[in-house]
């Protein structure tokens, strides 16, 4: 792949723990790539910057990420300013060199044309870098076509980097289920999901890519055995839907034997009443007819 127009927001926030290791990924960045770095960031300068520069390939952030938002020198940027300035931006990728950074990156592919590299976890700095050195490198390989290709071979278990492509993303987004089930089919229906994403991200990496790249055997592997657990939960699923058709049906039948047990019941007990009645009222008679004859 060619070297790629990168911008790299690091910025300087003194009120939190310094990143030891920023100055690292801004030397591996430049490295491969053109990179052009800011430090000293207000508020409103991410939003500037995405919509009055030339659109860049990257947008790279290497810094703290919490509930608050992304945090610049004087404070921190909302998360809504985060999606207005890279809305206004459209790099083709941004990363996030974050800790946990997961929920914030599927928001800004489900509403920006940014696929999205993302932390599912806390992160040291340290790994951090790691990643950056490896990935940027690994972009410049002619055999590495596109960025979900090259996260892959840094991080092909998804162990603490993933990737969310925008389009997928809007799909997803899209074809949302309704509503939510419950019980084993709402597992169900989860592992479905997760397969389908899974299946996805291989089928984008196959595109442009040879056999034997690292991690591929592994991940068709995993989506193969979990393909296979789906198909068992399917079955036992089915049995189950069986089961309660078969007790529906003995239900049926027990009603229906006790309403005609309980008609049947009512008839005796009104016939043994009509008895009563008609020998009482024979008795009745005979006293009537021997007390006027006495």
Known sequence: MDAQNVYMFAPNAEYLPKLEYVDVEIEAISKHHNLEVFRELERFDLVSIGAERERQDIYHFAGHLGEEGFALKGGYVSIATLIIAIKAAEPRL????????????????AATTSDCIFTNTAIYDDRGAEFSIAFYAVLRRESVTSYLQACRIVDPSDNIFQYVSARNARTDEVNEKPTTPDGL??????????????????????????????????????????????????????????????????LDTLEGMLNYSTRTQASVY?????????????????????????
């Open 94 to 109: 941004t990363v996030f060199n974050t800790c946990s950074s997961a929920a914030l990156a599927q928001r800004i592919a």
């Open 185 to 250: 089919s709402d597992h169900i229906w989860q592992e479905l999901k997760e397969v389908k994403d899974r299946i996805k991200a291989i089928e984008t990496f196959l595109s442009g890519t040879v056999l034997g790249e690292p991690g591929l055997t592994a991940q068709v592997r995993g989506v193969k055995d979990d393909i296979r657990r789906i198909e068992r939960e399917i079955e036992l699923v089915d049995v189950l839907d069986s089961r309660l058709d078969k007790l529906d049906t003995r």
């Open 270 to 294: 009104m016939f043994w009443a009509v008895l009563i009645l008609l020998v009482m009222a024979v008795a009745v008679a005979f006293l009537v007819t021997y007390g006027a004859k006495g």
